[in-house]
């Protein structure tokens, strides 16, 4: 017996999508602001560029920009638009849904792009669910306990930033596919990277396990800084999945004049020998039992980051946990040129 398949679900799906958005903006927008909105009203653009689909992403990508005007850019409820920024950020989408478009006609191999379709429907439906409900609960009109209130207002800040996170890494999986002249190549401070890159966990409950540790001898380090910043990002989410609380994660910065080293470690059960060699692996997730989140994107982004620095990334057992290293090597001396000038 043949089963049907709706030859449109996928506009279905992006249009569901993009409702969702177009509901949360309107009952946050003062909360979330303009640019949050943006970067939430990318999913159902996303979502159909993955298709590979260039009609499809054109006539999603044009109704996303349209709801997105009417309902959020001032004036509200009018096309007109008084920013040339708002006008830009509309070319924006396009430029995202043909750029993702694009990589997804690349891809070959049908069984991993359905595979990467199910597991981002699955980590989006799971934050969205989480962040809807919340809503949902401090929307009803009865009184809600403060340290309740508090509580769901973390889970809905955990919720988005998970999706933030999956776009971002989303949106780098593709840049690094296509590796030909795409550093934006700066002078680095990782003091910097990693303080920025612990902002995103700020509301953690697990982030005063975290210490770093920086060698003062570390210099500067010419290499991308956004990208940087997502590498440490993806290892420290990794190891906050993988820690039970009380147990201890560290970073530590090494540095001299061949290479600057990255070690991370997290107090955690060993990893086995056959999950540590594929660790790296796009869409890779080890199955030990437990209830972790995950995509099995995060890791594989690391090793195209320090890959496309030049550098190298290993995962192993050590004494009472899981190291990371990576090493990036010094591919031009920095002479410390930003403490001089302090």
């Known amino acids: 017996m043949k089963t049907f398949i709706f030859p449109y679900r996928h506009y279905v799906i992006a249009l569901m999508f993009l409702s969702v958005t177009a509901i949360i903006s309107i009952l946050f927008g003062d909360v979330l602001g303009l ?7 990318l999913l159902p653009v996303l ?13 999603v990508t044009v109704v996303t920009v349209i709801t997105f005007d009417l309902l959020n850019v001032p004036p509200q409820f009018s096309f007109s638009v008084h920013d040339l920024v708002h006008a830009l950020s509309f070319i924006l989408f396009f430029v995202v849904g043909y750029t993702i478009t694009y990589q997804a006609k690349r891809i070959e191999a049908n069984a991993i792009r359905e595979m ?3 597991t981002l429907s699955h980590d989006l439906k799971t934050p969205l669910s989480s962040l809807l409900g919340n809503i949902s609960m401090l929307l009803k009109d009865h009184p809600i306990d403060p340290q309740m209130r508090r509580s769901m ?3 809905i800040n955990d919720s988005g930033q998970r999706i933030n996170r999956l776009v971002l890494n989303l949106l780098d999986s593709a840049r690094l596919k296509n590796r030909s002249g795409l550093l934006r190549l700066e002078w680095c401070d990782f003091e910097d990277i990693i303080g920025v890159a612990l902002q995103e966990f700020r509301y953690h409950p697990k982030q005063d396990q975290i210490t770093v540790r920086i060698d003062p ?8 800084c956004a990208l940087l910043v997502r590498l440490m990002v993806n290892l420290m989410d990794n190891a906050l999945k993988y820690t039970d609380e009380g147990k201890r994660i560290q970073i530590t910065v090494t540095g001299d004049n061949s290479a600057i080293t990255l070690l991370f470690f997290n107090e955690s059960a060993p990893i086995k020998k056959s999950d540590l060699k594929n660790l790296f692996e796009r869409f890779y997730r080890i199955d030990d039992g437990a209830d972790v989140g995950g995509n099995g994107i995060g890791l594989s982004i690391c090793r195209d980051i320090a890959a496309i620095h030049g550098g190298t990334i290993d995962a192993r057992n050590c004494t009472d946990g899981v190291c990371f290293e990576i090493r990036l090597p010094i591919r031009k001396a920095s002479n410390h040129p930003m403490r001089e000038a302090l």
Request: hydrophobic share 55%; glycine share 8%; no cysteine.
């Open 116 to 118: 990467f379709l199910d």
């Open 35 to 41: 640019i949050n909105i943006a970067l939430l009203y």
């Open 217 to 224: 001898d570390t210099g500067l380090f010419w290499g991308d």
């Open 47 to 59: 979502v159909i560029a993955l298709r590979g689909d260039m009609k499809a992403t054109t006539v």
């Open 153 to 155: 207002l973390l889970q």
